[in-house]
């Protein structure tokens, strides 16, 4: 169908779609960076961790007991390569832990 210049959509509706479709593109689900993070710390991190958040690139994780924390934080950089590869650089700079109940 072809849109006459009184149909056209408003610039800001325009945008406003365009960053909503730009955010649904960027989101990963739960099952999905579950997956990754498996196949980044291996099973038995998997068992003792567990990703919760992924905000501006910083992937918050809870563990354990600080023992995990820090088995995990001397492999740090090593699983952010395997994340980075899975996601994409853009997506993951930064991974912080914190102990709790998983």
């Not at 509706?13 to 498996?38: F, H, P, R």
Request: net charge positive; with cysteine; glycine share 6%.
């Amino acid at each position: 169908m072809k849109r006459t210049l009184s149909s056209a959509l408003p610039v800001g509706e325009l945008v406003k779609g365009m960053m909503e479709n730009l955010e649904a593109a960027q989101t990963i689900s739960e099952d999905k960076l579950l997956e990754i993070w498996c196949d980044a710390v291996g099973e038995d991190g998997y068992k003792n961790s567990k990703p919760y958040s992924l905000n501006h690139g910083v992937l918050q994780v809870t563990v354990k007991n600080s023992s995990w924390s820090q088995e995990l934080t001397l492999k740090k950089r090593w699983v952010l390569k395997k994340l980075q590869t899975a996601l994409g650089k853009e997506r993951i700079h930064d991974i912080r832990f914190k102990t709790g109940q998983l």
